[in-house]
């Protein structure tokens, strides 16, 4: 929910120094209204321009900006174009940042290791050597099955520099969502963990990616980093330590020469049907995204440090990491929670590494302000300049706390959203620009977004679905092996217009607000998971003939989830029942994904081509009037009232 009163106004440096001040000086916009609207009239322009101003660097210069010859789902950017984000990232830093921090890490346990520039790419060059000893080429993959570890942030820039695509996989996956994506993707080489430490416990992520590999996959090779000490079986031919791996390459290696439109990532991402959608990242398209918005949406200047709380396997996390490095500066990563071993933690974390730009979910906030104030209070976070969030709606009392007691009201709150297929942002605040409670500011500079009524038409001041209307290079470039699936699931609903599945709101002055998904895709702590991976595990159970999965309210986590499952004549339904097909789906999604609610059911609603209908599940469930519905295709309305009845 939002409010209308401004909670937070530029002072006169941001509006006279910022990157985006001075940019909008430099293009003549009297503010950043007139600014924005510039910067879509023309996107041909204002890449031209971006880049420029960005000292984007190119290994071959671009013949052709953009050919649209495929229409908006198939744009070719950069044409002729070569590039490279090691390029932009670690390379042209080395002589004027070679001893500049890149990488700050700390573990679990309060060890911290640091990373310059020099050293950051020595390690790169090292392993990018031993990949392609390997064998390993442009075009091949590598799944990375790492916590949030220093060697994740090499495997990453070794993959870019080498042109081998970086596969990231959430580290709570069991082994069978991480055998899916490794499967799908082709992946030739997987890097993990004997095991991550969590809150001073050691998990065996070898262990899951044993049992993974069991499937059938592509995977020839499996380096280890050893983190935890755990002692974990190593396969003879296949299994290497990352010190084996690397052991006599050396530290300098030469960077690849590729096209603008080459695969630098595969980002799996989960939908409302089907499998997980692997979303494809360009190199030049995932500069464009993260290393425009760190520089002008987040305002990083010499000397900042970036800190946003995340998982390797989440887009943030490649996103704070190149939007940070493209522009030279420092990115801070912590391997643990935010609240080990006492509630201060993270503000330890800031105040010892002096943070400068710090990012959270508002799940995190919920969960940090849970404990007493004193716990931030007694830490100096004067360093905090800038804020950011993601992931999923706000609260006005938790966005005020995080404004007030971490921000100390100085700080404004970019309240960022876009998505893995995004690359980057739909919506963002600019720091020049008034803020209140919950807003996402504006359309993203460059970004041609707007809110359509079920007509399609634009609306304002009310509630609508949030739509893109031209490309950008962050834009995936379809999902791959599977380019009927990526246009039916976002320009099927109105031709040539970018469907996003958010509901949105453009209020009478111009300030933007979200209200959550529209379609099924359910969030639970940021992290999107598709009821039907939930749904297919549930079957697997012997006793279950069908189920339906729908996200519900939940204190910590924004959503949980809640399963409703039809079983087969003769099944007593028990607590023990219920926790065993929770246990199901953990085997696949592992223990952060479990749900929290199992409902049985003597049947569930369905249209007549048999596609369950979550929307009136969940409106029961949670004691909402479903006349708002059209509910006539449903073959058996009745249902609901048994729904009803169970609930």
């Not at 690359?423 to 605040?429: F, S, T």
């Not at 217009?497 to 111009?510: I, L, M, N, P, Q």
């Not at 599940?617 to 729904?643: C, F, R, T, W």
Request: proline fraction near 6%.
């Amino acid at each position: 929910m939002a409010t209308l009163d401004i909670i937070w106004r530029p002072g006169e440096d941001f509006l006279e120094n910022s990157h985006v001040a001075r940019l909008m000086k430099k293009v003549g916009a009297a503010d950043y209204r007139e600014f924005l609207a510039w910067s879509v009239e023309d996107i041909r322009r204002f890449w031209e321009v971006v880049l420029d101003d960005m000292n984007f660097e190119w290994q071959k210069p671009y013949e052709e900006i953009l050919d649209l010859s495929g229409g908006f789902p198939w744009p070719k950017w950069f044409v002729g174009g070569e590039t490279n984000i090691a390029l932009n990232c670690i390379d042209r830093h080395l002589d004027k940042n070679n001893n500049q921090t890149a990488i700050i890490w700390e573990g679990d346990g309060g060890e911290v290791r640091e990373f310059t520039y020099a050293e950051l790419s020595a390690e790169v060059s090292r392993l990018a050597n031993a990949m392609r000893a390997m064998g390993l080429k442009p075009g091949d993959s590598a799944g990375v099955f790492l916590p949030l570890v220093p060697e994740a942030v090499i495997v990453m820039y070794a993959c870019f520099k080498t042109g081998v695509a970086v596969l990231p996989v959430f580290s709570g996956f069991g082994p069978e969502g991480l055998a899916e994506r490794l499967a799908h993707a082709e992946a030739k080489i997987l890097f993990t963990v004997d095991g991550a430490v969590r809150r001073g416990k050691k998990i065996p992520l070898k262990t899951t990616a044993d049992e993974a590999l069991k499937r059938e996959t592509s995977v020839e090779k499996v380096v280890v980093v050893q983190r935890s000490g755990l002692d974990v079986p190593m396969k003879s031919g296949r299994d290497e330590t990352w010190e084996e791996f690397t052991s006599g390459h050396p530290d300098e290696a030469e960077t690849a020469r590729l096209p603008a439109g080459a695969v630098s990532m595969i980002m799996y991402t989960s939908g409302t049907t089907g499998k997980p959608k692997g979303t494809i990242y360009t190199h030049a398209g995932l500069m464009t995204g993260p290393g425009r918005e760190v520089r002008y949406c987040f305002d990083m200047r010499e000397g900042d440090v970036m800190y946003w709380v995340t998982d390797f396997g989440w887009v943030m996390a490649p996103y704070e990491l190149v939007g940070s490095h493209f522009g030279g500066h420092t990115c801070l990563l912590y391997e643990s929670v935010p609240n080990h071993p006492e509630p201060d933690r993270l503000w330890r974390i800031v105040s010892g590494h002096k943070v400068t730009h710090l990012g959270l979910s508002p799940t995190a906030i919920l969960v940090l302000k849970s404990a007493v104030d004193e716990w931030v209070e007694k830490h100096d976070l004067s360093t905090l300049r800038v804020l950011g969030s993601t992931g999923e709606p706000w609260d006005p009392e938790s966005y005020m706390w995080y404004f007030d007691k971490v921000g100390g009201g100085r700080c404004p709150v970019m309240n960022i959203s876009g998505g893995t297929e995004i690359g980057g942002c739909l919506l963002q605040p600019l720091p020049v620009m008034d803020l209140t409670i919950g807003t996402l500011g504006a359309p993203a500079m460059g970004v041609d977004t707007d809110v359509f009524d079920e007509e399609g038409e634009p609306i304002r001041n009310e509630v609508g679905h949030l739509v893109l209307k031209q490309p950008i290079p962050s834009l995936t470039a379809g999902f791959l092996k599977e380019p009927e699936r990526y246009l039916e699931t976002y320009f099927s609903k109105w031709e040539g217009v970018w469907y996003h599945g958010d509901w949105a709101k453009c209020d009478e002055r111009g300030l933007w607000y979200l209200y959550g998904r529209s379609d099924d895709t359910i969030k639970v702590a940021g992290k999107r998971v598709g009821p039907s991976e939930i749904e297919a595990e549930l079957i697997k159970h012997p006793g279950v003939v069908e189920a339906a999965v729908v996200g519900t309210p939940h204190p910590v986590k924004g959503e949980g989830i809640t399963c409703f499952v039809v079983m087969t004549d003769g099944h007593e339904y028990t607590n023990a029942l219920r926790e065993e097909l929770k246990d199901q789906t953990v085997q696949y999604l592992g223990k952060s994904l479990r749900p929290d609610e199992v409902k049985f059911v003597q049947a569930l609603p369905k249209t007549r081509s048999a596609k369950i209908v979550r929307g009136a599940i969940k409106n029961v469930y949670l004691g909402q009037d479903v006349g708002h519905m059209d509910l006539s295709s449903l073959e058996n309305p009745d249902v609901l009232d048994a729904i009803r009845e169970a609930v």
